[in-house]
């Protein structure tokens, strides 16, 4: 592998986007070492983290992207990643992980941010949220009586059980 690179791209969805994407990257046999990618409200957040081969150069690769993101619409943007980094952080993979699950009637922002601050004083991190109920509409009247969001957390709590009744209050 030459280079590590992370490659993000936004803006507006799109069928086709991201295989358009993922086609350059197989024409030029990149090694895919790491992908997540979320729309919320037609909004595109894709990154993929792309080992690049040894015989190839990154520049036309990240070129042709570029080119393609033009072309689609939406921008892309590459950070480059020392084998160094790529290394401490597959050593922090082996961190214990955690699934919680925010219950309600409706998810709000007050909601949102008491879960992510007693989280974050746990010394927990957050990987990743996911909507695992349907969106609200907008009427009141039409609104389900549930909603529930996922967090996936990694890290070693300070006290599982002060985060345990955090949360429950």
Known sequence: MRDIILISVTGEDKPGLTSSITGILARYNVTVLDVGQAVIHDALSLGILAGMPAEAESSPILKDIL????????RANFTPVTPDDYVNWTLQQGKPRYI???????ISAEQMSSVATIVADAGLNIDRIARLSGRPPLDESERPSRACVEFTLSGSPRDVAGMRDRLLE
């Open 100 to 106: 919680l699950t925010l219950l309600s009637r409706l």
């Open 67 to 74: 080119f393609q993101a033009h072309e689609l619409g939406v």
